[in-house]
């Protein structure tokens, strides 16, 4: 079973930057399809991004396509989420998550993952 920690969020102004990342242990993360969802007070649970288990394949949600940069290093066993010119909007628990049947189609969908990291933080000044 594959056990994720997120790490990476904080504060940060308008206009920046953050590096998500997302370690894994008790397993290989070359397996696995893996994404990043968030999650904003009083609003459901949104997908920001998403990699093909090879990472030949990425896709992002509509409000994050041009910002944000999804990548994966199979060798570190790390998901990692650049975050760029943020904006207040984005502030949210940022979720990452494994899906072991590598299902692309279900790349948005979070019923689809496996398993979940803890959060991390992350909050934009206006």
């Known amino acids: 079973q594959v056990q994720l920690v997120e790490s990476g969020g904080g504060l940060v102004e308008t206009g920046g930057s953050l590096r998500l990342s997302c370690a894994a242990s008790g397993g290989t993360i070359g397996g696995y399809m893996m994404g990043w969802f968030r999650r904003a007070p009083g609003k459901e649970r949104e997908f920001v991004a998403a990699v093909s288990w090879g990472g030949s394949s990425t896709a992002y949600g509509d409000s994050v396509r041009g910002r944000f940069a999804i990548s994966r290093d199979n060798a570190k066993n790390t998901l990692y989420l650049q975050l760029n010119s943020l904006k207040p909007e984005d502030t949210a628990v940022y979720y990452c998550?494994?899906?072991?049947?590598?299902?692309?189609?279900?790349?948005?969908?979070?019923?689809?993952?496996?398993?979940w990291g803890q959060g991390t933080q992350v909050t934009v000044s206006s």
């Open positions: 998550a494994a899906d072991h049947f590598k299902n692309w189609r279900m790349r948005e969908n979070w019923e689809s993952y496996d398993y």
